[in-house]
């Protein structure tokens, strides 16, 4: 299936071995961060807000206290002062003073769910008892719950330094505005036969992992604090709790447990302090886990949108002129991947002219974290309606209109420097050729529609280490806490260098005391820039080894050479060696060999999808049923082509819950209402169809390997190409997400009312 | 000489110019320069010292990574975005 | 508080006798009491399934009921589908197909699985899908999910017809 253009002759790379943590994970025997407990260890429980907006006049935590069982209580007074700045925190960028009114409120709070103190008590259930018995007073104040809200002249003030780089010294909820433009768009629109602009509005939706948040702290008296948690980032976790408790980062080590699922939303911290705070207070391991509702309620969801999209095109099908506005909800503190969305938006296409204006906007909702392709599944939503909608108007196959105007290698990027090899055009012409496309789609009611995505992927820091044992066997150790598989590919690299079975490379993904630093599991980094790391590990391990065998056949080094797995004296006569046949002879010859890597990694190669989908819709209720769904994907190359092929399956089947079902539903109090995996509806299997996968391989020329990240670009096209099959199953251009029974059967209701209307007229 | 492509929302400092070319062999001289032409600019593009936590520079399409000390060629072309990398937290 | 009460189960096929309190779930005193933490807590409201446990052969979310309720019953959990150490064909398969990705929400779906295959061992794919709408992955998409869970019930049809051809 795969369009290979990576032509090296792998061994390991490009096969489907059982993953090395497979086994744990099928037995139950896999150690998630709520499996750790010690002895004498105390649960811990967060007392939350019950209001989205108020001042916090008082907390009274006596009564609380006096219950048995209950050992300690934290609220913000225990927290250090923390500065209103923006700093840089390993790859994060991160105001410590919004970090720790997150964890804890300070004077404010500004989000139902928002943490206001945590109990440590000897059950769950004690601790639950305490927080009914902790008296907050508030003065409540009223909710801004959307963009337009905060934005209206005289709204309330969430945060009341906040201030942002166009209006001076006014308290303002707009935390940030950013600009990209390029050439005219005035001549562009001028020289445009169709235009087409409209307004899309998304909602605030969540990643879903099915693993609540969890952490142990466990702090000595020493003063040395360990941390077990699952999380995205170890290092991340121990920098940013050092920030959030002002200790050094030294004194922290953070343990990554298996880790249930992330998609961004577990970047970040919300448990890990507390768990620290509690055990020293209390000189006992304090476990803490979030519920569910409290998952949804108060960790970090991704920004419900408004954006709005007036693109131009010449009669021939040739883009010539975009301008967009958009805002995003941050939330409750700014930071909302606004920009991302910004920079991705029009990313696919060459347009000559555009001006894109996209807000920063903080709001009553919970500070928002990543979401696989941050910001950018919203963005695709509105540009690939008006891009499908242009391509209708010229009368060209929404495919082809994709390929006339699609990125190239050598084409500008919104920023203006050119791509280097990229692979969109082949993730279109994959889905042109598919067999799906390529079928007929028959039937009432049934509609097909193709969107595309664009995500910038990431690189940043990574380390590895490779160890060779005294068997010729070899472990590789890595700081990056494994998502979906990634210690696979990880064993797989270290095979395909050194020559070995698969199945002799065992995959470590170590704390933070026990490899350099690691950056976060993000970006769809993991396989590029620890695969790199990983990679110049075993290389130098290789080295070390042709050193070692020149030493036994008295040598030197450049008179052998590594080929195959086997140690080769250059010349005749001398039979080659194995890693196996050498190992015993470390020791004689310097002692044992650990190759190391440490990398901060350049030569990202971007990432596209393109997707179609096939749905049928129920014009009475408002159902959309998908019947069929195709997805292309570039990988640059594809290690472990199984788990690619799951990362584009996972994030078409969240974007298309992000279609149909998900949304933060709250009242008018600021209160959300469908706080449980019951309201909150996340695609059950019999909502899905199969996802089939075509995996596009054109090799990253910045990767030893050729590898691009899998990760995040998949969630990018399915909202707009649900909204374009939409359309063509009944005739209606969907503009706001979920396309919920209700949301689309009112649509339906008023197409249905209008085409009468000028039926009757005629 | 390196070409500095000026953020959209910072060429109020440069008169509306986009394009500027700035002589120097790193982003710390490129900075210094384009303070003392256009005054004020530098300010918005430094913080201790380095470059914004909130502002990413690319050299030649790519994300550099070591702030002020990175180098550029002489035909450089560098853009100052906003940071991406791994979100705001 | 109200005291524990002494609970006598069958767990695994070993007959266990433990303490709990009336209030604790039997996902709680699975993974709290008796340190079967293989069955996980997604949601404790029976949305989710991962701690989807086997009760007297019927799959039942072991978040909604009690500890005490487990007296006299018969539960398999994750932990107990492998015997002597050797994988149930549904566990092979899930490795085989690369069903699992993150892996916090696959005992639920193997216990699922099994609950299925016991009860239909020719399932079509909306049978699976059917059987395994309250299980909640949010990794997969769970097109190889589904996958496995055919080939397993395949393979398991193809070893009882090898049975049924050598008698």
């Known amino acids: ?762 | 000489m390196p070409t500095v492509v000026i953020p959209a929302l910072l060429r109020k400092f440069t008169g509306g110019v986009e394009r500027v070319e700035v002589p120097g062999k790193s982003i710390r001289e490129l900075v210094q320069r384009l303070g003392e032409r256009f005054p004020g600019i530098d300010r918005q593009l430094l913080q201790d010292g380095d470059i914004r936590p909130s502002i990413a520079v690319s050299i030649d399409g790519e994300i550099a990574t070591g702030g002020v000390l990175d180098t550029v060629g002489e035909n450089s072309e560098v853009h100052f975005i906003p940071a991406l990398g791994g979100g705001e937290v | 508080m109200s005291k524990k009460t002494l609970v006598e189960a069958t767990i695994n096929g070993e007959t266990v006798e433990f303490l709990c309190e009336p209030r604790q779930s039997l996902l709680e005193t699975l993974r709290d009491v008796l340190e079967l933490t293989g069955s996980k807590e997604g949601c404790l409201t029976g949305d989710c399934g991962a701690c989807t446990v086997l009760v007297d052969g019927r799959p039942v979310c072991s978040c909604l009921m009690l500890g005490v309720e487990a007296q006299g019953k018969n539960i398999v959990t994750v932990e107990g589908l492998a015997i002597n150490g050797v994988l149930h064909v549904l566990q092979n398969k899930f490795l085989e197909h690369a069903a699992l990705q993150c892996g916090i929400c696959t005992p639920g779906f193997l216990i699922s699985a099994k609950s299925l295959l016991d009860r239909n061992p020719k399932p079509t794919e909306h049978e699976v899908r059917y059987a395994l709408a309250g299980n909640l992955c949010r990794c997969t998409g769970y097109d190889k999910i589904v996958k496995a869970v055919l080939d397993a019930a395949a393979d398991i049809r193809s070893q009882g017809e090898g049975k049924a051809a050598a008698r």
Not at chain 1, 194 to 204: K, P
Not at chain 1, 233 to 245: C, I, K, M, N, T
Not at chain 1, 566 to 575: F, S
Not at chain 1, 582 to 598: K, V, Y
Request: glycine letters at 10%; hydrophobic letters at 40%; aromatic letters at 6%.
């Open chain 1, 1 to 762: 299936m795969a369009e290979s253009t990576t032509t090296r002759d792998f061994k390991v790379i490009g096969t489907r071995p059982i993953r090395p943590d497979g086994v744990d994970k099928v037995t139950g025997r896999a150690k998630f961060g709520a499996d750790y407990a010690f002895p004498g260890m105390l649960h811990g429980k967060v007392l939350r807000s019950p209001h989205a907006h108020a001042i916090i006049k008082s907390i009274k935590i006596d009564k609380a206290l006096k219950l048995p069982g209950v050992k300690a209580i934290v609220t913000s007074k225990d927290l250090p002062a923390a500065e209103n700045k923006l700093e840089q925190s390993g790859e994060m960028t991160v105001n410590p003073m919004h970090l720790s009114m997150n964890i804890l409120a300070h004077d404010k709070v500004l989000y139902d769910g928002h943490a206001i103190a945590a109990v440590a008590a000897t059950s769950p259930h004690i601790a639950e008892e305490a927080l009914r018995l902790i008296e907050v007073e508030y003065e409540v104040l009223p909710p801004v719950m959307t963009v337009d809200a905060a934005t209206k002249p005289g709204a309330p003030i969430l945060l009341k330094d906040l201030r942002n780089n166009e209006e001076g010294d006014k308290p303002t909820n707009v935390a940030q505005h950013y600009q990209f433009k390029r050439g005219d768009i005035a001549a562009g629109f001028k020289a445009a036969d169709y235009v087409i602009e409209r307004e899309f509005n998304t909602a605030m939706v969540h990643q879903g992992y099915i693993e609540p948040h969890n952490a142990v702290g466990i702090y000595n008296s020493d003063g040395q604090a360990t941390i077990y948690c699952s999380t995205q980032g170890a290092f991340d976790v121990r920098s940013l709790s050092a920030q959030v408790l002002g200790m050094p980062v030294g004194k922290i080590k953070v343990v990554p447990a298996e880790i249930g699922g992330g998609f961004g939303g577990k970047t970040t911290i919300y448990l890990e302090p507390l768990s620290v705070l509690l055990s020293k207070k209390t000189g006992a391991p304090v476990k803490l886990v979030m519920s569910r509702s409290e998952v949804l309620r108060a960790s970090g969801p991704t920004p419900g949108s408004k954006i709005k999209v007036k693109m131009g095109a010449t009669k021939d099908g040739k883009l010539v002129a975009a301008e967009i506005w958009m805002a995003y909800q941050a939330g409750a503190f700014p930071g909302s991947p606004v920009a991302a969305g910004a920079l991705c938006i029009i990313a696919p296409y060459t347009i000559e002219n555009f001006l894109i204006d996209a807000y920063d906007v903080v709001v009553n909702r919970p500070k928002t974290a990543a979401y696989r392709a941050p910001g950018t599944t919203q963005a695709a939503f509105a540009s690939e309606t008006v891009i499908d909608e242009l391509a209708e108007k010229c009368g060209i196959d929404p495919i082809d209109f994709r390929i006339k105007n699609g990125v190239k290698e050598g084409a500008p990027q919104v920023l203006g420097p050119p791509f280097k090899r990229i692979g969109f055009i082949q993730t279109c012409e994959a889905i042109k050729n598919s067999e799906h496309y390529k079928s007929k789609l028959t039937g009432k009611f049934r509609g097909r529609g193709v969107a595309s995505g664009f995500w910038f992927n990431a690189g940043m820091q990574s380390s590895a280490t490779v160890n060779i044992h005294t068997d010729g066997t070899a472990s590789v150790v890595t700081g990056s806490p494994d998502i979906g598989g990634s210690r696979a590919s990880m064993a797989m690299i270290t095979a395909e260098v050194l020559g070995l079975p698969v199945t002799d490379v065992r995959p470590i993904t170590a704390d933070t005391d026990s490899i350099g630093h690691t950056d976060v599991t993000a970006g769809s980094r993991v396989t590029f820039a620890t695969g790199m790391a990983v990679y110049e590990a075993a290389k130098d391990a290789e080295r070390q080894l042709i050193e070692r065998a020149a030493k036994v056949w008295e040598k030197k080094p450049d008179e052998v050479e590594f080929r195959g797995g086997m140690l080769h004296a250059k010349g005749n006569g001398v039979p080659p060696m194995s890693i196996k046949q050498l190992a015993p002879r470390f020791a004689r010859t310097g002692g044992p060999i650990t190759g190391r890597a440490s990398v901060n990694a350049r030569g990202v190669g971007p990432g596209f999808a393109t997707t179609v989908v096939d749905v049928e819709v129920d014009p009475d209720t408002g159902k959309v049923q998908l019947l069929r769904c195709t997805v292309a994907q570039d990988a640059g190359k594809a290690i472990h082509p199984s788990y690619v092929e799951g990362q584009m399956q996972g994030g078409t089947a969240q974007g298309i819950g992000w279609a149909l079902n998900e949304e933060y539903f709250y009242d008018d109090n600021g209160t959300l209402r469908n706080s449980g995996f019951l309201d909150y509806r996340i695609p059950t299997c019999l909502d899905l169809p199969m996802i089939e996968t075509i995996i596009v391989e054109e090799a990253n020329p910045g990767h030893p390997l050729g590898v691009r990240g899998v990760g995040e670009v998949s969630i990018v096209p399915p909202v707009a190409a649900v909204a374009n099959a939409i359309y063509r199953a009944v005739g209606v251009r969907m503009t706001q997400t979920p396309m919920s029974p209700p949301k689309l059967l009112k649509a339906i209701l008023k197409h249905r009312g209008a085409t009468q209307h000028s039926a009757a007229a005629d």
